[in-house]
Nanobody, 127 residues
């Protein structure tokens, strides 16, 4: 079992920044692929970013490339999502989730494949 707790969401003006955190307990994140996902009202949940088991590879969906950065602090067993130049379309509930290997390619951070989820943190960027 892995427990995931997100924090850091809030209301921020367009162009601003937020840093989300996802603290894990129960198992170490170095055993999992970890992803950040988001779900906007009326839309399906989508992957935003993911980091490999080794931490050496990071994936970003096209809409956040160059603006968001995902990182992991192994000592704190925590992953982060630094979000810069936020836009109204970034408004959503943000969740972290983990997937235990084995997995391959994008299946490692497919919404329907993740093993454990946090409860989310809300990010609001008014238009």
């Amino acid at each position: 079992q892995v427990q995931l707790v997100e924090s850091g969401g809030g209301l921020v003006q367009a162009g601003g920044s937020l840093r989300l955190s996802c603290a894990a307990s129960g198992r170490t994140l170095t055993n999992y692929v970890t992803g950040w996902f988001r779900q906007a009202p009326g839309k399906e949940r989508e992957v935003v970013a993911a980091i490999s088991v080794s931490g050496g590879f990071t994936y970003y969906t096209d809409s956040v490339k160059g603006r968001f950065t995902m990182s992991r602090d192994n000592a704190k067993n925590t992953v982060f999502l630094q979000m810069n130049r936020l836009k109204p379309e970034d408004t959503a509930d943000y969740f972290c989730a983990v997937k235990a290997p084995p997995c391959s390619g994008s299946m490692c951070f497919d919404v329907n494949a993740m093993d454990y989820w946090g409860k989310g943190t809300l990010v609001t960027v008014p238009s």
